[in-house]
């Protein structure tokens, strides 16, 4: 049987063709791990602070003891150029029928009230505010 042996020239050859393969996976992999693995857009980042801000008011309301945060869509864009979303949701509540009272809400099973929903508007200065009616139709 007999042995493959390579020259210097072609071990320097392969060395060159190993490098060059390297760099062009370094070159695809920067661009995938920029645009696909390093974060989102200004939109998932928008939707996660609301849906960070929206859990946090939930955790903090002493009638919620559970909740989920069910849809967040974008809803429309008001006069002013701001991004109207509504946000549902479904809590388990100590009182569902205070919910189910106030004209919110389909009651369901073992205190939970689902098909809650908020607007969030998103101010031109990057603010959030939470309502229960869209603000070009709130009376107030």
């Known amino acids: 049987m007999k042995l493959i042996s390579t020259t210097p020239y072609q071990k320097i050859l392969m060395l060159k063709l190993s490098f060059l393969i390297l760099c062009f996976l370094l070159v695809m992999a920067v661009p995938f791990w920029f645009f696909f693995l390093r ?3 200004a939109e998932d ?21 559970e ?4 849809d967040l869509e974008l809803s429309y864009t ?3 150029s701001e991004d109207v979303y509504r946000l549902e949701f479904s809590v388990k ?6 919910f189910i009272l106030a004209g ?3 009651k369901g099973e ?3 009230v689902h098909q809650l929903e908020n607007f969030v508007t998103v101010r031109n ?13 709130d009376p107030h």
Do not use: C, H, Y
Not at 67 to 70: A, G, K, M
């Open 39 to 41: 974060g989102g857009s």
């Open 125 to 137: 200065d990057k603010s959030l505010v939470f309502s229960t009616i869209p603000e070009e139709q």
């Open 93 to 98: 509540s100590i009182n569902p029928d205070s």
């Open 67 to 70: 909740f989920t945060l069910d």
């Open 78 to 80: 008001n006069e002013a």
């Open 110 to 112: 073992d205190g939970w």
């Open 45 to 65: 980042e928008l939707r996660e602070r609301i849906t960070d801000t929206a859990t946090e008011n939930l955790k903090n309301d002493d009638m919620v003891t």
């Open 104 to 106: 919110r809400g389909v």
